[in-house]
């Protein structure tokens, strides 16, 4: 059964901070524009400030819908559901604002020795109504491990903006990526503004992140499997020389 609520109660911003993964909706004014829906994750993304606004910390992607869609119209949505436990849909409707980084707003949300790689805005949201309902459909699913392929490869793009420049004046890192990839979204409508161009610097990264704990591929299964039987056969042939020599 739904029901609506006009802020985020105590009980459910502890289940919120329990979630390991939550989604991003936004759309454009225009009816044939396009609808975006984006899944979000990572350890310490999502933050409440109080019952009424809460923040996200934006890492770079191959699209800027989100932040073109709130530059628009404001209109956000985000949603939570329980994989585990209880079941559970929680949804937060909210107008958005974004704070790219390089400007003073997202450096007082986020301090350079906090900052994720690849971060590239905050994503702070005045909440006004709260829907909570049954989830029931909803799968079990066992959380394993955040993923750090992005973090990793966002690290080594910006470790190469202090390092390489080329003939249009970008160097060869996340700023470039981000002047070629985050300025419009889908619709033509505007992305990001700022980040792109300033002259504020990324603070030192940590790259040694740990690999996905992804299945290997069948490339590798095929190494492993030909390593196995070598020294299976190597064992053997070992063990049958040990045997001849003590019968001698």
């Not at 609808?35 to 933050?47: R, T, V």
């Not at 973090?151 to 202090?162: G, H, R, V, Y």
């Amino acid at each position: 059964m739904v029901q609506f609520f006009d802020e985020i109660s105590p009980s459910l911003a502890k289940w919120i901070d329990q979630q390991q993964v939550f989604w991003i909706a936004t759309a454009p004014l225009g009816g044939d524009g396009h609808i975006n829906l984006s899944p979000k994750g990572g350890e310490g993304m999502f933050h409440i400030v109080n019952p009424r606004q809460v923040w996200y910390e934006d890492l770079t992607g191959s699209g800027v819908e989100t932040i073109s869609h709130l530059r628009e119209n404001g209109r956000i949505t985000v949603l939570f559901n329980a994989f585990q436990g209880p079941p559970r849909i929680t949804r937060l409707y909210g107008r958005g604002t974004v704070y790219e980084f390089g400007t003073p707003e997202y450096s007082s949300f986020i301090p350079a020795e906090l900052r994720k790689p690849g971060s590239r805005s905050v994503i702070v949201i005045d909440v006004h109504k709260v829907g909570t309902s049954c989830g029931y459909a909803v799968p079990f699913f066992d959380f394993k491990a955040h993923r750090t392929r992005l973090l990793t490869w966002a690290a080594k793009k910006e470790s190469l903006d202090a390092a390489q420049a080329d003939s249009e004046g970008f160097v060869d890192g996340l700023k470039r990526y981000w002047n070629k990839s985050n300025l419009l979204s889908l619709d033509g409508l505007t992305g990001l503004t700022v980040a792109p161009y300033t002259t504020e610097t990324f603070p030192l990264q940590n790259t040694d992140y740990k690999p996905d704990n992804e299945k290997p591929s069948n490339r590798s299964l095929e190494l492993v499997g030909g390593t196995n039987l070598l020294v299976g056969f190597s064992l053997g042939v070992l063990a049958t020389s040990v045997c001849m020599q003590l019968s001698r």
